[in-house]
């Protein structure tokens, strides 16, 4: 069973970017999908971007597709969302998530696996 760690989160203004970490342990790192998920105050969590075990491949929500690049280091286990342009809306609890079914890709129930997240808080 992989354990996943987040990191990077903090308090920036707007325009401002940041990078998260999520460092996976535990498992074959590169037998797993990888996502990023995203839970502001009073709203459900959302899917922000996720990529595949090779890293061949990568998938955005509409909201942060150009701003939000995702990407994995399978010699390091670990994967990355750099998020540039920030804006007030992107302050959530940032979630690492992990999955190796081959099905779906962007849905809570597609992973059995999550990081206890991180804060990310962009002031305006």
């Known amino acids: 069973q992989v354990q996943l760690v987040e990191s990077g989160g903090g308090l920036v203004q707007a325009g401002d970017s940041l990078r998260l970490s999520c460092a996976a342990s535990g498992g074959t790192f590169s037998n797993y999908d990888m996502g990023w998920f995203r839970q502001a105050p009073g709203k459900e969590r959302e899917f922000v971007a996720a990529i595949s075990r090779n890293g061949g491949t990568t998938y955005y929500s509409d909201s942060v597709k150009g701003r939000f690049p995702i990407s994995r280091d399978n010699a390091k286990n670990m994967v990355y969302l750099q998020m540039n342009t920030l804006k007030p809306e992107d302050t959530a609890v940032y979630y690492c998530?992990?999955?190796?079914?081959?099905?779906?890709?962007?849905?809570?129930?597609?992973?059995?696996?999550w990081g206890q997240g991180t804060q990310v808080t962009v002031s305006s």
């Open positions: 998530a992990s999955k190796t079914s081959s099905m779906g890709i962007a849905s809570l129930r597609d992973y059995p696996y």
